[in-house]
């Protein structure tokens, strides 16, 4: 998002989600500021280049922005001088790191785009810090924001990140595939092979067939053109985005009892189409089992969980949700068991999706209304 104003243009790259978004949207209208977008980072942009004009350095301004803001957001700030600003919110809610090599200095989200992008990792940025990179290669860090409630978002490590990333010091590989084994052991099942749904899944069910010891074999071809259907923003494109991106690979499947094992359930209708398939192909049973938890809440703070009477889980007992789901068993990691799962990782954790418990108070209005 490119702000300009009457000093100059800033560039800012931001992931989360601001709650107080409209409020200091409306104190910057009232104050003159043009807003062409519906997007919280364009407030965070503006309120930062309204921070600049009232006097003091560019970084001051970030800070004084920053702490107006309640919620989640990773920042990089480009000034039209020669400085770039990262900063993690007080509670570190959403990832961030630091990369170094021969062309200078990079910031990302995850290290696999450190990787890609021939970076050697340095370490994570931390929650409040604010770390400031100029023209001539120096890197200053400090602690500009803080103390708060520590929250990571659990669900990183079930669904968002790349699985070749590490994120406050865990490996999302290593932290999928215990879930994979805590599955197998609170949830066992008598069956002859273990299926991942690709490809948040994938690492999952290589652990759960590790504990259970029975065989993993893909049961999918994947299309690799269709992005994730999660985020799709009607349910219509989220059907049609699994039916397009999945095929079951028949061979691998037909006659045989299926532990199926997938990252989540939310709404709990693209998991009963991905069973449907299965079955379809000639699959004699599938159990189905799930390395996040059920949600019961939605969240405020990045992840797309739509209205709490929308998750299946709050309109659905268990026994309904397994019919409605077309599997012959159902069975969810428990809250304990992901966060021994995740135990590696530096930071507590937001597990509010799950528990409703959240680092911060929570919205007092439905996901819906919150969004408009």
């Not at 300009?4 to 790259?13: M, N, P, T, V």
């Not at 919110?89 to 961030?96: A, K, T």
Request: aromatic content about 8%; overall charge neutral.
């Amino acid at each position: 998002m490119v702000t300009e104003y009457l000093k100059g243009r800033i560039a800012i790259s931001h992931n989360g989600n601001i709650i107080n978004a409209a409020a200091l949207r409306e104190k910057l209208r009232r104050a003159g500021c043009d807003f062409n977008a519906t997007t919280d980072s364009e407030v965070v942009s503006s309120l930062i280049a309204y921070e600049i004009l009232q006097g003091g350095g560019f970084e001051e301004a970030i800070v004084k922005a920053a702490k107006q803001l309640r919620g989640a957001y990773t920042l990089l700030v480009l000034g039209s001088g020669d400085r770039l600003c990262a900063l993690r919110d007080p509670s570190g809610f959403r990832p961030l790191c630091l990369g170094r090599s021969n062309h200078g200095w990079a910031v990302a989200s995850e290290s696999c785009a450190l990787d890609s992008a021939g970076f050697d990792f340095l370490r994570d940025v931390q929650p409040g810090e604010l770390i400031t990179i100029d023209g001539r290669g120096r890197m200053s860090s400090r602690m500009a924001l803080g103390p708060a409630k520590l929250g990571m978002c659990l669900f990183e490590y079930v669904y968002f990140a790349r699985t070749d990333s590490v994120i406050d010091s865990l490996s999302v590989y290593e932290a999928r595939y215990r879930m994979g084994e805590v599955l197998a052991r609170e949830h066992p099942a008598k069956a002859d092979v273990v299926c991942g749904v690709p490809d948040s899944g994938l690492e999952a069910a290589m652990g759960y067939a590790a504990q259970s010891g029975l065989p993993c074999v893909p049961g999918f071809v994947k299309n690799r053109y269709i992005g994730r259907s999660f985020i799709f923003p009607s349910q219509a494109q989220r059907d049609m985005a699994v039916r397009l991106k999945l095929s079951p690979l028949r061979v691998n499947v037909a006659g045989k009892r299926v532990v199926l094992v997938d990252d989540s359930i939310v709404r709990g209708t693209t998991g009963a189409k991905i069973v449907s398939s299965l079955k379809a192909a000639g699959a004699r049973e599938v159990h189905l089992r799930i390395s996040s938890p059920p949600f019961y809440h939605t969240c405020y703070f990045g992840t797309d969980i739509g209205d709490e009477e929308n998750l299946i889980a709050n309109r659905l007992s268990h026994d309904e949700i397994t019919t409605s789901m077309g599997a012959d068993s159902l069975g969810y990691i428990s809250i304990e068991g992901l966060k021994s799962a995740c135990s590696g990782c530096s930071l507590p954790f937001c597990d509010g999706c799950f528990t409703g418990r959240y680092p911060l108070d929570a919205v007092e209005q439905s996901k819906t209304q919150f969004e408009q």
